[in-house]
């Protein structure tokens, strides 16, 4: 069953299938004939099982059939809010693709970056934002952007968001918005605050749920590999020569880690670069394009910079960290084995991240096996000694052992 089944509009049709799709995943399936027909939706399913599509076809459907005199205005049609900044933008690249036979005009709003441009094609006009709910608040206290015509509302990620905190801009974003509104809900997984806003936001939702909400797509091979933190490296380097990897996403827990790797590993003469919060947005752009390019073999990336990633091929994700919170292993994994691909997801735990382990087991419902992986040997660490320290600190360590047989510094304290 192609996408021509749904009655989506023939320039939809054909930017489908021109940028290399022509199968819907089963959320699209379900979903894309009820938001066609109005309805508010709930869409509940695992990472990388086609969410955005899942709105972004029926939306650009519905206002390639709006005449372009109409659409005129700065008064977006269509708002989406997200929790990131990638995301936010991979929506806007989403509405592109698919839209490329269409003028149906959109823009992604996010911080980081000068909103000197964003305010420039706000004030041309706009069909769709997809934007971050902080910089949005700002346009809309600065007045470069009325929400009084938008006609879908989307929470993507809602999940997410109220992780980080967004729940209450959000509550405040959806109260200056038209309350006769078409609103969609996608979300990984649904907890009770989540429930408690769809509640409030939306009228009589069709639930679509796909997959075990804490279960990873099936196309997922999982390998769990017991590991000392100080071997990581040395196992990284070794399953990426190995294993013939052709993309890697690896997750590090904090932004230093994720460079001290990215680096380690172009000095192994593998390509790399990161993606965290700290880079700037043209840093992390620029990673990302060369990323999807195949310029970098191995992105290495932080959760929050990951969320968003849509890189078509992505072969093997690795956690070099295992996730101290289990929801983010199933989001972390989810970047690979995307629209029915393939994909290998790789966890190292070390003896004192059994805990996290521990956690992932108990919400996934399976017990893994965790193991050394086949064939690597484990290299000797010298122990750092007084022949392998640097002269300073052998002579530091020289004058504090004088000083200390003296009775110590001066006496101060």
Known sequence: MGFSVFGLSEPIVQ???????????????QAIPL????????GCAPTGTGKTAAFVLPILDRLARIKHEDRKGRFPRCLVLTPTRELAQQIEDSVHTYGMYTNIRAISVYGGVSSVNQ????????????????RLLDHIDRHSINLSRVEMLVLDEADRMYDMGFIHDVRAIISLTPAQRQTLLFSATMSREIRALVAAIQRDPQLIEVGEPFTPVETVEQHFYSVGQQNKLDLLVHIIQRENVESMLCFSRTKHGADRIA????QRGITCDAIHADRSMGQRKDALEGFKRREYRVMVATDLAARGIDVVGITHVVNFDTPAFAED??????????????GTAITFVSSDEEKY???????????????PYPGFEFPEHKPVTATTQGPQRRMHQQRKMMMSARGGFGGRR
């Open 15 to 29: 930017g489908v299938y021109a940028s290399g799709y022509s199968i819907p995943t089963n959320i699209q399936s």
């Open 35 to 42: 938001v066609l027909d109005g309805r508010d939706i709930i």
């Open 119 to 134: 305010l420039h094609e706000l004030k041309r006009g706009v069909d769709i934002v997809s934007a971050t709910p902080g």
């Open 263 to 266: 680096r380690r590993l172009v």
């Open 329 to 342: 292993y199933i989001h972390r994994i989810g970047r690979t084995g995307r629209a029915e691909r393939t």
């Open 357 to 371: 382990l521990k956690r992932i087991q108990y919400l996934t419902g399976k017990k893994f096996q965790v193991r």
